[in-house]
């Protein structure tokens, strides 16, 4: 008497397992119920956190920017998307459609950074080596005059502009790289599941790292008292009272490039476009799955070379 078995133990140990699954279970029930709260709220007072004239809103765009109730509302919003793509089949095909041709047109037009990288190191080699010019003037009645280190430095931004803004341009085109240890030699519907899991177990919170962490980065940057994701809303609300600009313009030279906080824009942007494009892969590997062979890579816009280049194609 008064001795605990093994048998009881375990009992214990999985009423305990059982009861923090249904713990979660509340609690992830409860936020997506708030979620359609806090939408509401939030479209319906924008000036609680767009008037940034007051600097409590400037705080409260900081908070919820990288809060969990932003993450259940973008949550709540995909499985409402993925509920109606189940329901009606055409809503999830024009999703993947609205996605892919963003990722499309994003990367197309930021692909241009790639020639003007190039043209600039030309630039600087010519003025460098050949008229010995410690600078570069730029411009018609107003010339934008810099040190030539500055452009060789911002030679960087166009280079994370390809990476950050061209990843998921780069997906829709098959030109990302992938380690296909088993990928190709397994069946037509085992690739579609690979990609589903894929999108759900890597892409999406892979993202969503990132972003948290790139949010918090990038407003610590921009404005003192500098904000933590560890802060509660109240706190940073009293950290208003003595808010003001503070955009990072320092360079790794003396007249080096000093627009580094853009590259933590470009890092938010980043997770942006994988986590949007997560749910074109995951929508379109569901409906490859369940309409077959027929429908694999329908509606997709793949580059092309032209007539008659079709043997270089996939080349890249």
Known sequence: MGRLTMQDGEVVGLADVFAAIGHGLVLLA???????????????????WLDWSDKQAIMRFVYYGGSSEFFFVVFTAFLL????GLIWRPVMWGTVRVLEGFANTVGRFFAWAGLLM?????????????????????????????????????????????????????FVQGSHVRVDLFYSVVSYRTKRIIDMVGSMIFMMPMAVLVWLYGWFFLWRHLIVPKPSASDQLDRL??????????????GFSPNGFNGYFLFKILLCCFAAMVFLHAIAVFYRAYLEFREGPESENKYLDRDTLGEGEEAYEGAH
């Open 30 to 48: 409860q936020n997506i119920a708030m979620s359609f709260y806090n939408f509401g709220y939030a479209v319906s007072h924008p000036q609680l």
């Open 81 to 84: 998307l993925t509920i109606a």
């Open 118 to 170: 190039v043209l600039q190191q030309i630039l600087i080699v010519f003025v460098q080596r050949i008229f010995a010019r410690p600078d570069i003037s730029i411009g018609l009645g107003i010339p934008i005059d810099m040190d030539i280190s500055w452009f060789a430095e911002e030679l960087k931004l166009y280079n994370a502009m390809v990476v950050t803004l061209c990843v998921a341009y780069a």
């Open 237 to 250: 609300l009293m950290k208003a009272r003595a808010l003001r600009w503070n955009v990072e313009t320092i």
